[in-house]
Protein backbone atom coordinates (compact mmCIF):
# COMPACT_ATOMS: atom_id res chain seq x y z
CA UNK A 1 0.00 0.00 0.00
CA UNK A 2 1.74 3.34 -0.97
CA UNK A 3 1.60 6.46 1.14
CA UNK A 4 -1.25 7.97 -1.60
CA UNK A 5 -3.55 5.21 0.02
CA UNK A 6 -3.05 6.14 3.82
CA UNK A 7 -4.13 9.90 2.63
CA UNK A 8 -7.33 10.80 4.22
CA UNK A 9 -9.83 13.37 3.66
CA UNK A 10 -11.96 14.86 6.11
CA UNK A 11 -12.44 12.91 9.46
CA UNK A 12 -16.27 12.24 10.41
CA UNK A 13 -17.90 11.58 13.42
CA UNK A 14 -21.44 9.78 13.59
CA UNK A 15 -24.41 12.11 13.69
CA UNK A 16 -25.77 9.79 16.42
CA UNK A 17 -23.01 11.02 19.22
CA UNK A 18 -24.63 14.10 19.73
CA UNK A 19 -22.37 16.31 21.85
CA UNK A 20 -20.69 13.27 23.36
CA UNK A 21 -17.16 13.05 23.01
CA UNK A 22 -17.14 9.58 23.35
CA UNK A 23 -17.07 8.50 19.76
CA UNK A 24 -15.57 7.27 16.96
CA UNK A 25 -14.37 9.36 14.22
CA UNK A 26 -13.92 7.92 10.31
CA UNK A 27 -12.34 9.29 7.25
CA UNK A 28 -12.05 7.55 3.63
CA UNK A 29 -8.88 7.18 1.27
CA UNK A 30 -8.58 5.94 -1.81
CA UNK A 31 -8.23 2.10 -0.83
CA UNK A 32 -9.16 1.97 2.92
CA UNK A 33 -11.04 3.47 5.55
CA UNK A 34 -9.26 5.22 8.56
CA UNK A 35 -11.17 4.89 12.80
CA UNK A 36 -9.90 6.80 15.13
CA UNK A 37 -11.07 7.70 18.71
CA UNK A 38 -12.26 11.32 18.76
CA UNK A 39 -10.83 11.45 22.06
CA UNK A 40 -7.28 10.58 21.63
CA UNK A 41 -6.88 11.34 17.32
CA UNK A 42 -3.48 11.08 17.94
CA UNK A 43 -3.11 7.56 19.33
CA UNK A 44 -3.20 5.67 16.16
CA UNK A 45 -5.46 5.07 13.28
CA UNK A 46 -7.14 1.60 12.60
CA UNK A 47 -7.41 1.10 9.08
CA UNK A 48 -9.69 -1.40 7.12
CA UNK A 49 -10.34 -2.47 3.56
CA UNK A 50 -13.16 -0.11 1.68
CA UNK A 51 -14.88 -3.06 1.22
CA UNK A 52 -14.92 -4.33 5.00
CA UNK A 53 -16.04 -1.32 5.95
CA UNK A 54 -18.86 -1.69 3.63
CA UNK A 55 -19.70 -4.63 4.99
CA UNK A 56 -19.62 -3.59 8.81
CA UNK A 57 -22.10 -0.86 8.04
CA UNK A 58 -24.64 -3.45 5.87
CA UNK A 59 -24.08 -5.58 8.60
CA UNK A 60 -25.77 -2.67 10.75
CA UNK A 61 -28.71 -1.77 9.00
CA UNK A 62 -31.51 -4.09 9.79
Do not use: Q, Y
Given at each position: M?????????WH????S?????C?E????R??????D?????TG?L???R?T?AAF????R?
Amino acid sequence: MGAADLTFGAWHKSSHSGANSDCVEVAHSRAVVGIRDSKSPDTGTLTVPRATWAAFLAGLRP
